[in-house]
């Protein structure tokens, strides 16, 4: 059983109907072959960060499916690439971790994982840096005062010393 | 003229100092770099959207490579460029 991932950006010119159709037409495909279908992503009208075709927005389906065999995926990408209504695709096979990403996401988990991560770090950082000067300066500057000066002069009052006897 | 208490060092203690790097996958467990994700791909592109060496973001050379292929998907599929200026 291996796990794939095949994403395609649609020819946003089409109507919305025939834009689903067009995601429907390879999950009809997938299955008849045999696939069991995980999920089906719609990640939407997005906007393209270089022109492809004169098209300079897309619409994204992310289609994610098990199979016992990979022969299957030729044909898919044969017929991806006749398709003149799909203007761009990608099948990349998951490893165990890639599945359990798309899993995690799906069930909402990464997002908010990620933000709370974000914020977290974000929170503890300015905390630390509340915490750290309140402890540390005081105690760190006292000393500094006292005997960098001493430090400094120690040796300016030492030199002349030495070249005077020099 | 300054008083002596005001010169505590003569040059910035601070500047030889290296701040450790470290992966960040390792760190926070991350094992699969999704290449849907173009923002936060873009953490590991400079201005251009070239992807940056291991010796400024400081990926183990595993995460590197799959920071680098999952680059390539993404530009592939027009989530991120190929070639830019003032990609940030």
Redesign the interface.
């Known amino acids: 059983m291996k796990n794939y991932e095949v994403t395609f950006i649609v020819d946003p010119v089409l109507s919305g109907d025939e834009i689903k159709a067009t995601a429907q037409t390879y999950v009809d495909h997938l299955t008849k072959v045999g696939c069991t279908i995980v999920h089906v992503d719609e990640m939407g009208l997005q906007q393209l960060a270089y022109p492809i075709n004169k098209r300079t927005s897309g619409v994204y389906y992310c289609i994610e499916f098990s199979s016992e065999t990979g022969e299957l995926i030729g044909n898919l990408e044969l017929s991806l690439y006749r398709d003149e209504r799909v203007m761009r695709f990608l099948t990349v096979s998951l490893d165990k971790f890639g599945v359990k990403y798309n899993k995690d996401k799906r069930e909402g988990k990464i997002g908010s994982v990620k933000k709370k991560e974000k914020k977290a770090s974000k929170s503890a950082r300015p905390q630390e840096k509340e915490r750290a000067p309140k402890s540390e300066a005081p105690v760190k500057e006292a000393p500094v005062k006292a005997e960098a000066p001493a430090k400094v002069e120690a040796p300016v009052a030492e030199a002349p010393k030495a070249e005077e006897e020099e | 003229m300054a008083s ?2 005001d ?4 040059s910035n203690p601070n500047i030889g100092q290296k701040r450790q790097k470290y992966c960040r996958f390792r760190k ?1 467990g991350i ?2 770099i ?3 994700d ?1 923002d936060f791909l873009l953490q590991f592109v400079n201005e251009q959207g070239k992807v940056l060496p291991r010796r400024i973001t400081g990926n183990s050379l595993k995460y590197q490579r799959k920071v680098a292929t999952a680059v390539k ?1 993404s ?8 070639v ?1 200026d003032l990609l940030k």
């Not at chain 2, 530009?75 to 190929?82: G, S, V």
């Open positions: 002596r208490d010169i505590k060092f003569l926070f094992k699969y999704d290449y849907k173009p998907r530009r592939h599929l027009a989530m991120m460029p190929y830019t």
